[in-house]
């Protein structure tokens, strides 16, 4: 098979992506918890290999009302990009051109859904690669500090990635009736 550099970095560029968006739909989910990441992988492999394997009612686990937010950007992802689709879909068996191909479709449709309903910016306004100085008392949450790290902040080092915070969020009304959990319709054509 004849491997073009163009092909090479579609593909790269597809997995980081599809890498990337699985780990933000998961921490949406998961609030953040990267326990609850793995706790699920674990039952999903578990039953995937038919262990404990039990149908699943249609009465949600959590409380509804801490996830609509996150649920409803979800959906909104969905329905503008497919972006779920995407996401569940087993790429494994798939040729490289055909997941770059789907990504270069997806990215630009899920970057506007996201940009119509929320706005993010970088957590600093350093560049990538230049020197950052983290002062006593910093918020852990904003920072992920590694390296040879000393015992006590202040810590001087170089941006690898700047981050990325939440500015406003503006996500449409629900639908009457609609409790929010419903992330992709079934769709349906009468003949």
């Known amino acids: 098979m004849d491997w073009n550099r163009d092909t090479l970095m579609g593909a790269a560029i597809g997995v980081v992506l599809l890498v990337f968006l699985k780990t933000v739909v998961l921490l949406i989910f998961t609030k953040g918890s990267f326990s609850r990441i793995f706790e699920a992988r674990r039952v999903a492999l578990s039953m995937l290999k038919g262990k404990n394997f039990v149908e699943a009612d249609n ?67 350093e560049m990538e690669g230049t020197q950052l100085e983290i002062p006593k008392g910093y918020n852990p949450s904003q920072y992920s500090i590694t390296g040879n790290v000393p015992p006590q902040a202040p810590y001087k080092g170089e941006v690898r990635h700047r981050g990325w915070k939440a500015i406003s969020i503006n996500l449409p009304p629900l639908a009457k009736g609609d409790n929010g959990l419903t992330l992709a319709p079934v769709e349906v054509e009468v003949a």
């Open 59 to 125: 009465t949600p686990s959590f409380n509804t009302s801490d996830y609509g937010p996150q649920l409803r950007l979800l959906g909104l992802l969905q329905r503008d990009a497919k972006l779920l689709d995407f996401l569940m879909e087993d790429i494994r068996g798939l040729e490289d051109a055909s997941i770059a191909a789907a990504v270069r479709d997806i990215q630009p449709k899920a970057r506007q859904a996201l940009g119509k309903y929320l706005t993010v910016a970088p957590c600093v306004d």
